[in-house]
């Protein structure tokens, strides 16, 4: 596989709150053009379907979610700033002095900072206390409520972004950057389909990218319905625990290869499958970890009840720090993620899966 680094940065650069994926959405189709049939649903769901699809053959749908944690502005104080709510699951002392960019009425993203009261204007009990993000505001520079609605043409409801620019260095293949929760899945979709364009395959395949992951996987619910999947593959930019945990109890750290979680908060993961993908990660000598994670949750949570029971797999690449500004991830993770992906897809026949 190239180093498609191109196609992981448009991803991570562009912005896509939940709710506002449209960003994401062209990307996408840019970069997965000739690869199949796109269409797209009024939530903003997009699935690319495979060329020559055979109604006799399981349907395997790759699944990765385009919205990133982000906030939405709430209201116009008198003196400019902005309240804001978040989207998705921010602590609010990740928040405080970092960069923003605001969508506006006619499109464009202007520069804000997301500000708290200065340590000069706090007594000695407020500075010891928890911050709270009901106590933050964003700032766009402006004085007035006017000047924020005629002048910077911005109102409620406006998405926010983090203001972050992705970098890759290579002679330590580490890749920094925002929203890697889920553009690395997303663009683990568009490299497998890419992979595999040239194979002659026992699977249907259909590439699910869902919205709203980050408010309730309600994006997924929807995309599961509308496929009506036999098996699926959900990719996700996983927390990395290399840096945050001891070392005895590392599941997911960076240059060790994707990570197939057993069970989180929302889903016990099908044991057959998981046993069949960790198979083939050993036996193709692919490097993998296996997680069980006591909270957090992905697509496949909604994905494997939807319907009927739905054999799901959850290949997660690791990244350090996600719901924050930055990232951090290493694309030879990416890479094994995409070829565990493929190697998955290769071996599975409607024999196997029924046997799932």
């Known amino acids: 596989m190239n180093k498609n680094i191109d196609l ?12 506002f994926e449209d960003d994401v959405l062209a990307v996408l189709r840019h970069h997965g053009e000739g690869l199949g049939e796109w269409k797209e649903d009024a939530m903003r769901n997009l699935y690319i379907t495979r060329p020559e699809a055979d109604d006799k053959k399981p349907l395997l749908m790759l699944d990765a979610h385009s919205d990133e944690v982000g906030l939405m502005v709430r209201s116009i104080r008198p003196n400019g700033t902005l309240d804001f709510v978040p989207l998705g699951g921010w602590v609010a002392s990740n928040l405080a002095a970092h960069k923003v960019l605001v969508k506006n009425n006619k499109g464009k993203w202007l520069p804000g900072l997301i500000a708290s009261k200065p340590p000069h204007f706090l007594s000695e009990a407020d500075k010891i206390k928890a911050p709270d993000i009901s106590s933050m505001v964003i700032d766009m520079g402006a ?23 992705f970098d890759y260095r290579e002679e330590n293949d580490i890749m920094t950057g925002k929203a890697f ?12 389909l ?3 364009s040239k194979d002659k395959l026992n699977v249907n395949l259909v590439g699910a990218f869902a919205a709203q992951e980050e408010v309730g996987l309600r994006g997924a619910t929807v995309s599961a319905q509308t496929v009506k999947p036999d098996i699926v593959i959900c990719f996700e930019g996983s927390p990395a625990d290399d840096t945050v945990v001891d070392s005895y109890s590392i599941q997911t750290a960076l240059k060790k290869g994707p990570m197939l979680r057993h069970f989180d908060a929302r889903m016990i993961t099908n044991p057959r499958f998981q046993r069949f993908a960790l198979d083939i990660a050993r036996n193709k000598d692919i490097p993998h970890q296996e997680g069980v994670r006591t909270g957090g949750a992905t697509n496949a949570g909604a994905i494997h009840i939807a319907g009927k029971a739905i054999p799901v797999i959850v290949i997660g690449i690791p990244s350090r720090y996600i719901h924050t500004h930055y990232s951090m991830a290493s694309f030879i993770d990416f890479e094994n993620s995409v070829k565990l992906a493929c190697e998955i897809i290769r071996s599975l026949d409607v024999k196997i899966i029924m046997g799932f």
Request: glycine share 6%.
């Open 143 to 165: 004085s007035s409520d006017r000047e924020i609605r005629e002048d910077y043409n911005i109102s409620i409801a406006a998405p926010v972004v983090p203001d972050v620019s």
């Open 181 to 192: 929760d889920c553009r690395l899945g997303c663009a683990a979709i568009i490299e497998t």
């Open 8 to 19: 992981i940065k448009d991803l991570s650069n562009a912005p896509g709150v939940p709710g």
């Open 194 to 196: 890419k992979e595999l």
